[in-house]
């Protein structure tokens, strides 16, 4: 048996937009800071920026472990669900070139590149005859072991002068 006809009866649905998650990381923590993590609906534009701390560059992206390719340090894309991306950064290294004539400088510690904060001590030693005068390029000044901040590629130069002896007097 079927129920009684109803009169006709209007029914509206209502939809509403759940939006997604975009969560953001730094790794390292101090590599730099993010923008752009938050609550996204459906089909928006999610543009996420990774800005480097001072001493670092940014290398690339992830997501769960894979790079996310042809993504820059800002990121846009059109979001279709949660995502969880990390900003990978790495600390900036340098080059320190010491150069002399008719002396040497020992580099402690020696390596080939030093990271951003890193700090290098110069002592300079000069061959027979000669005396240290100054150091000059990336370095000024006379001080004797001279430590040096690596913030940027350096070139710095030990001069060392001839000794020269007064005449010895008497007649």
Request: aromatic share 10%; proline share 7%.
């Amino acid at each position: 048996i079927l129920p009684p006809l109803m009169e006709d009866v209007s029914l509206v649905a209502n939809y509403s937009l759940v939006p997604y998650e975009i969560k953001l990381s730094a790794s390292p923590l101090a590599g730099g800071t993010l923008t752009g993590a938050g609550f996204y609906n459906f089909g928006s534009t999610a543009i996420v920026t990774a800005n480097p701390a001072n001493g670092y560059n940014f290398v690339n992206w992830t997501e769960n472990g894979v790079i996310v390719p042809l993504a820059g340090a800002t990121y846009s894309f059109t979001v279709s669900g949660a995502r969880t991306l990390q900003a990978n950064f790495v600390l900036k290294t340098y080059t320190l070139t010491v150069n002399a004539v008719n002396g040497s400088v020992l580099k402690v510690p020696q390596q080939a590149t030093y990271n951003h904060g890193a700090t290098v001590v110069l002592t300079p030693t000069p061959a027979v005859g000669y005396e240290f005068l100054n150091w000059t390029g990336d370095a000024t000044g006379t001080t004797n072991p001279l430590t040096v901040l690596m913030n940027g590629n350096k070139n710095i130069t030990a001069n060392f002068s001839l000794i020269t002896t007064p005449p010895t007097g008497g007649l």
